[in-house]
């Protein structure tokens, strides 16, 4: 069965630091992997995903991932934090058939500071 | 920008009493999805539905739930009796067809059980 576990359940980071968000999953095959954001009160929202090709993968707001292997991680980044960012963040993945059922990791709550 | 909406944004209801959630996905999306989330607890995958019929459930989607695609527009859950534990904030999310087609997710509807 597939899981995600993202070690970090709480980040603080300074306005304009670096991100990196841990995400490590289990999975047989070749994962589909996606990383999810939720604002107070809000859905979902998609930051990025990876289904095959170039392992690091740009999305939406600056954020970008990469995708290893050999680590069995999706780690999302992004260079200078701004204070919007703060959320929670949710790594996934997905099997590769038309069903495309997630499994989602427990999230991270990231906390900017001034 | 197309957008999955659901209703009620908050419910509460008496333990044993039906609900139904409804939402109404992206109109040209075949791909229909109820995910819950327990308040501290991972999103789950509850059920998915496609042409009409149920294609996917997990452990949780027991025969006190339900799904339905009553006219062209929306798609709803039911719980039929409710438990103190079915509360949860509930996310419906639609993709288009393809098997790499990004999942979108409403704002959540929160269902509270008393």
């Known amino acids: 069965a597939q899981s995600v576990t993202q070690p970090d359940i709480h980040i603080t980071v300074s306005e304009g630091a670096s991100l990196e968000l841990r995400c490590n999953y289990s999975y047989g095959a070749t994962p589909y992997l996606f990383w999810y954001v939720q604002s107070p009160g809000q859905g979902l929202q998609l930051l990025l995903k990876?289904?095959?090709?170039?392992?690091l993968v740009q999305g939406i707001k600056g954020f970008e991932a990469e995708f290893k292997r050999s680590q069995s991680s999706f780690n999302l980044r992004k260079p200078s934090v701004h204070w919007s960012d703060a959320a929670e963040y949710f790594c996934a993945v997905g099997e590769s058939n038309a069903g495309n059922m997630l499994t989602f990791g427990g999230g991270t709550r990231l906390m900017v500071k001034p | 920008e197309p957008e999955v909406t659901q209703t009620p944004s908050h419910q509460v209801t008496q333990m044993g009493q039906e609900v139904i959630l409804r939402c109404v996905p992206i109109s040209n999306h075949l791909y229909f999805y109820w995910y819950r989330q327990i308040l501290g607890q991972k999103v789950e995958f509850l059920v998915s539905f496609y042409n009409n019929e149920i294609s996917e459930k997990s452990e949780i989607f027991d025969d006190q739930f339900s799904v339905e695609r009553p006219d062209g527009s929306n798609f709803t859950l039911k719980i039929r009796s409710t438990k103190l534990e079915d509360s949860a904030m509930y996310f419906c999310a639609s993709r288009e067809q393809g098997p790499t087609g990004e999942l979108f997710f409403g704002e959540g509807s929160r269902l509270t059980v008393l």
């Open positions: 990876y289904f095959s090709g170039d392992t």
